[in-house]
C-alpha cells in the first residue's frame, strides 16, 4: 500500500479557472442540484498553487443531492512527477464537501497503478464563498501491483 499526500485546487473564477460549468438546469435551486462541471485541477506537493505539480485532477464532479452540496466525484488523479509520472488513479465516489473529511472510493488505475484500490481522504483548508476557488488536502491509501 502506498501513501500519497497532494493538495487538490480547484479553480471556478478567473481568466485561467480549471472547472468549467458543462451542464445544469437553467433555475437551479439553492444548492445547485444538477449543476455538472468538467475539471483539470492541479495537484500539488504543497497548499500553495505555485509549489511544485505533481499532477493533474482530470474528470468531472455533479451536484447531486437536492437538499446538501454533495458532489459525485469522477475523476482521475494523473501523475506528472516522480516514480508515479505516467501513472493515474480513478475515483468514483459521493463528496459531501461541508463534512470536515470526506472519504472517496479508488475504482482502478493505470500504470504504477494497474487493478489499484483504496480509498481518499479529501479536506478542504482553503475556500472562498464568493468565488467558489478551493484548496482540498487529499491523502490518498491506495493498494497496487
Same mark, same amino acid.
Not at 493533474?56 to 516522480?82: P, T
Given at each position: 500500500?502506498? *501513501? =500519497? +499526500?497532494?493538495?487538490?485546487?480547484?479553480?471556478?473564477?478567473?481568466?485561467?479557472?480549471? #472547472?468549467? %460549468?458543462?451542464?445544469?438546469?437553467?433555475?437551479?435551486?439553492? &444548492?445547485?442540484?444538477?449543476?455538472?462541471?468538467?475539471?483539470?485541477?492541479?495537484?500539488?506537493?504543497?497548499?500553495?498553487? #505555485?509549489?511544485?505539480?505533481?499532477?493533474?485532477?482530470?474528470?468531472?464532479? $455533479?451536484?447531486? $443531492?437536492? +437538499?446538501? !452540496?454533495? =458532489?459525485?466525484?469522477?475523476?482521475? =488523479?494523473?501523475?506528472?512527477?516522480?516514480?508515479?509520472?505516467?501513472?493515474?488513479?480513478?475515483?468514483?465516489? %459521493?463528496?459531501? !464537501?461541508?463534512?470536515?473529511?470526506?472519504?472517496?472510493?479508488?475504482?482502478?488505475?493505470?500504470?504504477?497503478? %494497474?487493478?489499484? +484500490?483504496?480509498? $481518499?481522504?479529501?479536506?478542504?483548508?482553503?475556500?472562498? &464563498?464568493?468565488?467558489?476557488?478551493?484548496?482540498?488536502?487529499?491523502? !490518498? &491509501?491506495?493498494? *497496487?501491483?
Amino acid at each position: 500500500m502506498s *501513501h =500519497l +499526500h497532494f493538495y487538490f485546487h480547484d479553480i471556478v473564477s478567473g481568466k485561467n479557472a480549471t #472547472t468549467v %460549468r458543462i451542464a445544469g438546469p437553467q433555475n437551479g435551486t439553492a &444548492y445547485g442540484f444538477g449543476s455538472t462541471v468538467m475539471i483539470d485541477d492541479p495537484l500539488t506537493e504543497g497548499p500553495e498553487l #505555485t509549489s511544485k505539480l505533481v499532477g493533474k485532477a482530470q474528470g468531472m464532479y $455533479a451536484i447531486a $443531492a437536492q +437538499h446538501e !452540496v454533495s =458532489l459525485l466525484m469522477v475523476m482521475n =488523479l494523473a501523475f506528472v512527477d516522480g516514480k508515479y509520472n505516467g501513472s493515474s488513479i480513478s475515483i468514483l465516489g %459521493r463528496n459531501p !464537501v461541508f463534512d470536515d473529511v470526506r472519504e472517496m472510493p479508488i475504482v482502478g488505475g493505470s500504470g504504477a497503478f %494497474r487493478s489499484a +484500490h483504496g480509498y $481518499a481522504l479529501a479536506h478542504t483548508i482553503w475556500f472562498d &464563498y464568493k468565488t467558489g476557488d478551493a484548496i482540498v488536502e487529499y491523502n !490518498v &491509501y491506495v493498494t *497496487h501491483g
